[in-house]
């Protein structure tokens, strides 16, 4: 059995390494790329003309080729990391900007008006009742964010060496070993469901003042399950 | 006081939403802004604590412009209650109302019990404290929104069309429910509706305004019914206005008869004595004083009445407590043309005839009339 999670010497890292690399390289850009999308998502908020400008940004960037991507970044950030994560953050952007907008947009107007009324400012209006009311809609963005970027770091194998599990991939190509290969398309299944129903944890803790019987109704609904996505990125 | 001077709005559309409107809103007391959508009222309403700036003229709290203080200080001195309650959904019901005074910098548990103490005071169950707004009714909910406008204890009181969403049974209970409320904590409410019957049932002082923000005419809702200044604010005002008006009357001039009354178990005698010329029926009560119907004295059988055997007393009137718009509707319910009058208990204390409440009504519209004149 052991020998199933055996992993060639030239990767030099164990299997449960490979697993901590991989969500590290995975979940940083999604974390930084969440916290560069709040500020703009609440400027779109604010100025209605910007925001699909801005939609229309993120979806070209999502469009460039990570392999484009790691093209012009080589030559400043080298074969590391952080070529890796840089373009997985862009991409984020495409989920969280219109999650967090919609998220925000969907406090009923009395609410606000109510908030306004009672003298918060919009610094106050918007940390204590547009953002908290806004979760459920970011931890969806989130959720689909994460999970596709766990399938999407494999493709740092291009670069030498910087996919995580996806180096196994690469190794078993090389190597003539279909079991490399099973071992990290699941591994990489695996990872990304258990992230995804952490993350299902996560909302239904901070939010108790759900209707219990809504709690999916947000507008993730007619997205496709974020663990289906990772399944068909694996498939490719 | 507040007082608003010459006051409007104008968007740059070029619509005017209030115009050249000047109120002087009266303390510790209940005004009401009525009139139909499109008049402006929200907008007024608005303008007071600065959710709205208005393109000319000025308003003033107490004698100080509103605008010489930092909005949010403003704001946080009136409470405002808006349709649906507009609660903030990821709160509990107890720090939903506590947002004020936690902003205030007040102590998280000072807050709470203060929180807890107006729960109590607008009739909701501490029970509800730790739930959130969905699992609350309309009605609750709506009870949570004025709590949570009180909870700095502001002077000023800010509703808008607050009540306007629960359903008819509710709404009359939370409008009594602010009655009994504003008996005791004298605020200054400023209160918009479209519902003219609310602007009469809450209103110390009602201001009607038409389509295009100009005031009709500001006056005491008794005064609004028995002189409407023109023909749209009685148009507005809709039909059965002398009927509505009764409610501002007493019926503690109405004469009120004994001599009818007999109780279930009366002797032959008892009502041969109580049947008299002047009034052609008889009404019975229990043992205990309350009526049970009216009947024909020949009809009635010596120690054992047949109840069933009865004609109906329509609706009693609390005498001395209720309007003559009340005694008025007993008489008109009854098929006898004899309303009944009832104490605190529900027990009889008379029976007045509709021509008496007729005449009493002549002479409360005579008296009402000259009262007016010497007012005017």
Known sequence: MNDWFRIPSDLQNSYLGLIGLHLREAVIPVLVGLVVALPIAQLCVRLRWLYPPVLWVTTVLYAIPSLAFFVVLIDYTGQTETTVMIPLGVYSLVVFVPAIVDGVRSVPQETLDAATAMGLGPVRRYLQVQLPIAVPAIIAGLRVATVSSISLVSVGMLIGNQGALGNLLNDGQIYHQPRLIWLSVITTAVLAIVVDAVLVGVRLLLTPWMPRGTRKARPAEDRPEPAELVLEDAAR | ?376
Request: some cysteine.
């Open chain 2, 1 to 376: 006081m507040i007082r608003i001077d010459s006051v409007t709005k104008r968007y740059p559309d070029g619509t005017v939403a209030v115009d050249q409107l000047s109120l002087d809103i009266p303390d510790r007391s209940i005004t009401v802004l009525v009139g139909p959508s499109g008049c402006g009222k929200t907008t007024t309403l608005r303008m007071i604590n600065r959710m709205i700036d208005p393109s000319e003229g000025a308003i003033s709290l107490d004698g100080a412009d509103i605008t010489k203080q930092p909005v949010n200080t403003l704001r946080r001195s009136m409470g405002y209650v808006i349709q649906n309650a507009g609660l903030f959904q990821h709160r509990t019901i107890v720090d939903n109302i506590a947002t004020v005074p936690r902003m205030l910098g007040w102590g998280k548990e000072k807050a709470r019990a203060r929180a807890t103490e107006l729960m109590a005071r607008v009739g909701l169950d501490a029970a509800l404290a730790k739930r959130y707004p969905y699992q609350l009714s309309g009605g609750q909910q709506q009870r949570v929104g004025v709590a949570r406008a009180l909870a700095a204890d502001p002077p000023v009181l800010l509703m808008d069309e607050p009540f306007s969403a629960v359903d008819p049974v509710v709404r009359k209970g939370l409008q009594d429910e602010l009655l009994r409320l504003q008996e005791e904590l004298g605020k200054t409410i400023v209160f918009v509706t479209h519902d003219i019957d609310e602007a009469i049932k809450l209103g110390t002082m009602v201001a009607v305004l038409r389509t295009g923000g100009k005031l009709a005419q500001f006056a005491p809702p008794a005064e609004l019914l028995s002189d409407p200044a023109d023909a749209f604010v009685e148009d507005f005002l809709g039909a059965d206005r002398g009927i509505r008006r009764l409610s501002f009357f007493s019926s503690a001039g109405l004469d009120l008869k004994t001599s009818p009354i007999i109780a279930v178990d009366s002797t032959a005698e008892q009502i041969a004595e109580r049947t008299t010329a002047d009034v052609p029926y008889l009404l019975v009560t229990d043992l205990d004083g309350k009526p049970l119907g009216w009947s024909e004295p020949g009809a009635l059988t010596a120690g054992a009445v047949d109840t069933a055997q009865l004609l109906a007393y329509g609706r009693p009137f609390e005498a001395g407590k209720d309007s003559l718009r009340a005694a008025l509707d007993g008489a008109v319910l009854s098929p006898t043309g004899w309303a009944v009058g009832v104490d605190g208990t529900g027990r009889v204390v008379g029976v007045v005839s509709q021509g008496a409440v007729g005449e009493a009504i002549r002479s409360a519209h005579a008296a009402g009339r000259s009262g007016a004149k010497v007012a005017g």
